[in-house]
């Protein structure tokens, strides 16, 4: 069984899928409401389940978790860590996604913990440190969030 939910090229906004969900973790309460407002109206034509209470539920929950769960879509459930770079930035964020029956609740922090220990490698590729949410900053009001 092969499940694509996201195909090369594609770039959904932040909040849609678990890794989306981590990145926004690390922003200011400020930068994520931008960031939901920003993407709006691609978010409730592609994505109409992801209402804003629901990916700010979703913020949340990875702050207090230390890594993102997503398990919105019914066909795919996903956990993501953040990888954070130079000067305490999150320079992105690693990401794994399974079939439902394959991500039960039970399993996901073991999986978060296995994931976080990954992170550590991608962490020093950036020459960074591995921390989760820690605040970042946009650098531009105008780009694709």
């Known amino acids: 069984m092969e499940i694509i939910l996201t195909h090369v090229g594609d770039r959904p906004p932040l909040g849609i899928h678990s890794a989306g969900i981590a990145i926004l973790a690390t922003l200011s309460d400020d930068e994520i409401a931008q960031a939901i407002d920003h993407n709006a109206a691609e978010i409730a ?13 979703h913020v ?30 999150c320079v992105g964020a690693l990401s794994i996604g399974a079939i439902p029956n394959r991500m039960q609740p039970d399993r996901v922090p073991d999986l978060a913990k296995l994931e976080a220990a990954d992170r550590g490698a991608a962490g020093k590729s950036t020459g960074g440190t591995i921390a989760a949410h820690q605040h970042a900053t946009l650098s531009a009001p105008k780009r694709r969030l």
Do not use: C, D, W
């Not at 978790?65 to 000067?87: L, P, R």
């Open 45 to 57: 034509g592609r994505f109409p389940a992801y209402v804003p209470e629901l990916i700010l539920e």
């Open 60 to 89: 949340q929950a990875t702050r207090k978790a230390g890594y993102a769960f997503n398990a919105t879509n019914k066909v795919s459930h996903g956990i993501a860590v953040t990888i954070i770079g130079m000067g305490g930035r």
